[in-house]
C-alpha cells in the first residue's frame, strides 16, 4: 500500500484531501493481501504474520525469487482484469532471511 499517499489523503491539511479515496486504497490494499494470503496457502508455505501492507511467509530461500516474481503477476493480473487498469506500477518487494543460528 502506498502509505504517504494514504497518509496525505487522509490529512485534512493537505490540498488533496479525501477520506473517500484514502479509504478505497486501503479497500484495495486488503483486497490484494487477502488474495495474496490465499494463493500462499495453495501453494503449501504457511503464513506467520500480516498486517496492512506487509505479508511473512515461510518459504525455502531458494524459492522466495520465483514466488515473489509469480505473486506480483498473479496480483497485477487480478486488478486489471476485476478494475481495467491498463498500466500498474504494482510491485511486491521481497525481503527474506537465510538463516541465522543462534549459540
Not at 487477502?34 to 498486517?51: A, E, S
Amino acid at each position: 500500500m502506498p502509505q504517504k499517499l494514504q497518509e496525505v489523503l487522509v490529512s485534512p491539511y493537505f490540498k488533496w484531501h479525501s477520506r473517500v479515496l484514502a479509504a478505497k486504497i486501503t479497500e484495495l490494499a486488503r483486497e490484494g493481501l487477502t488474495l495474496l494470503i490465499g494463493k500462499v496457502k495453495k501453494l503449501g508455505y504457511p503464513v506467520i504474520y500480516y498486517d496492512t501492507d506487509s505479508l511473512i511467509i515461510k518459504a525455502i530461500f531458494d524459492d522466495c525469487e520465483r514466488l515473489s516474481k509469480n505473486l506480483t503477476i498473479e496480483l497485477e493480473a487480478c486488478f486489471k482484469t476485476k478494475y481495467g487498469i491498463r498500466k500498474s506500477y504494482l510491485r511486491l518487494e521481497l525481503a527474506y532471511l537465510k538463516s541465522i543460528l543462534f549459540f
